[in-house]
């Protein structure tokens, strides 16, 4: 049986960040929602943010702030609010945050990155969160327990916080150095990122410029964050960040070292992308979706996300009923970029078995693939018969519990 | 209060045509499950079928009969059986159905339309079929009985019948005559037509061409039939088709008559398409959806699929929730042909109440909304401040019952 990962029980802490987290009355619940990640030393910054053209006001603050090179001092997340959908009150309640931060810090407002998650359209509530701030500061410490405040923080819908570490050796001319790649996530809805996802952040303690930490990045997500989705449902504040504080002493100037911080990074966004799909809202069953047989990477992820969105699909997945026709169904509707999917050559297996032979029914033992789908976590392959290029999607089933989570956020 | 229409009570008979249902033992309930529309004296034929490259045997086989222009005798259709991805076997056994009804009609197998819908990738159990034909046939009759018998028998998750006729007076130099449409329909899930949807089966006693009908055909669904979605999946089986029998002695020659025969085919169309939508699987509240003011027809489409598809919109209708910031992430996330939707020309209302003015929040009356939203039916209105174009898009909420539903059908 395979199964996913979930958080770990050890977190590995990168030199030179710390962190903390506060109640600020954002959420209705009293639980904390005011986040803090500092590097003390300050750190370079990579980042990829929602495609969605309804974007945040933390988005577009946070967007200026990458796209100039500026370093980073601190992180400040709120949940509860998604500051969106606010207009120019929006982002100048984002900057007061910044401002005062940057005021605590010592630092430029500019130094501070903004990020906040939760109901589009509501007011940030700016100055209950400043008034917060100096506690949030002085709370933040270098240690697990900083972390997990963190992490537990910034949830929304979510069952459980998202944290992922690697610790991987570097030696260069100038030595041998641990590096340690931290991740923490949230997301559990409105999951279909677009080139970024949800809020995740990447601590490191490797020294790299931005130019140097930015394609990493992308290659990072590409093979995680943006291989899932819960619902098709892009956010409008989707934001991956990456900061590299130096700490280590070592640095990715090197090919070796640059391939395993690339392989880390990745091992970590991989981590993140299973604990968030495995916590999605009402999600009973995990499917990791093979496309195959593909003429591009393109459009293997076009067919992986017609059928990963089909409702219906979802709905059958719900039920642990391998009721392929609707796969098949999916994969035909399908805008294939040039021409079109031919299905008498699309094969489609659950678990280890063939249901569907050169698009048409084949015998099976529908007990077996019942069983299956019913586990936690449960492969399904198709082969297109058009090419080599594949992809490995995560997704979920869709419940009424995902519903009932849904049909009453706001009121 | 709107609302929308429902099966009326009277039906209207375009002369020429009559009906029948039997049970065949395809449907394990012992429903109903095969039903006969005959032409006595034959009919021209016009017909729109799925854009699903999946597509049915049926499909295939009524698609290659209307190619040739030919004429129609009978249609045939089972319920409980899609005949599809059922490969060779599944055309040869829709062939012996038909080769059988033409038999005992005494007409070529070509004159015989076949449909099918239900489960894809079961063999379609054409023997038994067969054997239920004369019965079937002895059946008939030009009655309402005869009709609503032939409508329940293609329902599948149908809780009802769906039914729309209507009847106009034609005068021509050759005289006055009266001409009827009738329209029968099948569907509940599978629902987002592309260019033909489920099953639809027009009549009329008009006499015209193929070629005259064809465009008649396409320009009703355009504006009732393709503008409608429940689940966003498009069916195998879409079938829609037109049949003439020219017994009413008028003829489709002059523009009047022309012109009054498509408003008669897009009215009960449009009846048609609002049964489908309120009786779509585990719906409680239907949505009007207005997208106003976009750059062209296509633009407001894609727009309305977009909003119409999200399942974060789709379950915040089923709590009659006025969570408007879903409705503009999705706006934000659709890929506008040419160049991005600018959110902050964006308005929302929400019954007649704007909820979000440029993309921004602004105040309003949320009980109203919520009381708006938790009617049968409530129209939402998205103008785009880009263009002229509109679109009037029918689709429904995503409750707890869609995924009950849908979880277990096969098993």
Known sequence: MTSLRRSPEKIR???GFSFSAVAAGIKVSGRPDLALAEASGGATAAALFTKNRVAAAPVEVGRALVSTGGRVRAVVVNSGNAN???????????????????????VPAAEIFPSSTGIIGVRLPAQNICAKLPELIAARSASQRGV???????????TRPKIASVRFRASSTEGSTEI???GIAKGA???HPQLATLLVYLFTDVGASARELQPLLREACDHSLNCMSIDGDTSTNDTVLLLASG?????VRDVRTRKKLSAALTEVCQSLAEQIVSDGEGVQHVIRLFVEQ?????????????????????????????NWGRILAAVGRCDAPIDPIDPSRVQIFIGSQKVCRNGIACAFNERQAHRNLAQPVCDIRVQLGRGRHAVRFLTTDLTAEYVRINADYST
Do not use: N, Y
């Not at 969106?84 to 010592?106: P, S």
């Not at 997990?148 to 979510?158: L, S, W």
């Not at 700490?247 to 640095?251: E, I, L, N, T, W």
């Not at 992986?304 to 009923?321: P, Q, Y």
């Open 180 to 182: 340690t790649v931290l």
């Open 148 to 158: 997990r405040a963190f992490a537990h923080a910034i949830v929304t819908t979510d």
């Open 189 to 191: 809805g409105m999951i």
């Open 247 to 251: 700490a280590s002493g070592a640095r």
């Open 84 to 106: 969106c959908a606010t207009g120019r009150d929006g982002i100048q309640a984002c900057q007061r945050v910044c401002r005062e931060a940057g005021k605590l810090f010592g």
């Open 13 to 15: 802490l990168p030199l």
């Open 294 to 322: 593909a003429r591009s990477r393109e459009e293997a992820l076009l067919v992986a996300r017609t059928i990963a969105h089909s409702m219906l699909v979802k709905t059958a997945w719900a039920g642990a009923d391998p």
